[in-house]
């Protein structure tokens, strides 16, 4: 691996749309911070690979953020890249019958999460040498439009989006580039309900498309790979027959 090798962190690496992109970037000669709560699964990518660093991590944990970015930082000397993928949701269920418990967990990890993990990044790059870096935050198809019963989820992603225009432009004086990939079913463990069946805006239960995962890690490394005076500000890949377009 070449001393010059690009740095990416992403969270929520252990499975699904994080893991598809941690094999992505390793493909493509990055070191990798796989950061998750599952230890064994961060442990069992990077025995595969020389240029991958396990840092298991709670988001919602400030302390522990703080102290895995300083490892990476420790092992690299800088920081090029941040994904901000980690996240979670609830069952469909309308406003009135949500715990408040459960409202708390998703913003714990969606916003704050996403929050913790930026605030580290944008530190980094500031003062590193070259100066700056990127962020990409995973925003979902709920950045424009809910599921039926996803108020928790729902709201964190819109909130995800103002957090990346902030970002952008608190970003610029720095050269820290900021941007949004909003995803449509990627077929992952968390999206295979949607193969079955799903509450639909007209009342209904039914099935939807699905795409390759692989699709968004495609997609990620694209948003990466751009020199720092070019971003994606908002990317938007998604099942292409999923019923998105045409609602409402």
Request: proline share 6%; with cysteine; aromatic share 4%.
């Amino acid at each position: 691996m070449a001393d010059d090798s690009k740095s990416i962190i992403i969270t929520g690496a252990g499975a699904g749309i994080g893991r598809a992109c941690a094999e992505r970037f390793l493909e493509h000669g990055y070191r990798v911070g796989l950061m998750g709560r599952r230890a064994n699964l961060l442990d069992e990518i990077a025995a595969r690979h020389s240029n991958a660093l396990a840092l298991p991590c709670d988001v919602t944990d400030p302390g522990a953020v703080e102290r895995a970015f300083a490892q990476a930082h420790q092992a690299w000397g800088r920081l090029d890249v941040l994904f901000n993928n980690a996240g979670q949701a609830r069952p469909s269920q309308t406003i009135d019958e949500l715990a408040v418990e459960d409202w708390l967990a998703v913003v714990n990890v969606n916003l704050n999460g996403s929050f913790l993990c930026a605030r580290a990044a944008f530190r980094i790059m500031r003062a590193q040498s070259p100066q700056g870096g990127r962020i990409i935050n995973n925003g979902s198809i709920s950045a424009h439009m809910p599921r039926p019963g996803s108020a928790p989820y729902t709201s964190t992603k819109h909130a995800i989006t103002g957090l990346t225009r902030s970002l952008s432009l608190d970003g610029r004086p720095f050269n820290i580039a900021c941007g949004q990939i909003d995803i449509g079913n990627a077929l992952t463990e968390m999206a295979a309900p949607m193969t079955v069946g799903v509450p639909q805006a007209n009342g209904t239960v039914g099935p939807e498309p699905t795409m390759d995962v692989a699709n968004v890690a495609s997609s990620v490394l694209h948003m990466a790979e751009l020199p720092l005076n070019a971003n994606v500000q908002f990317m938007t890949v998604m099942a292409t027959a999923m019923p998105y377009i045409g609602r409402g």
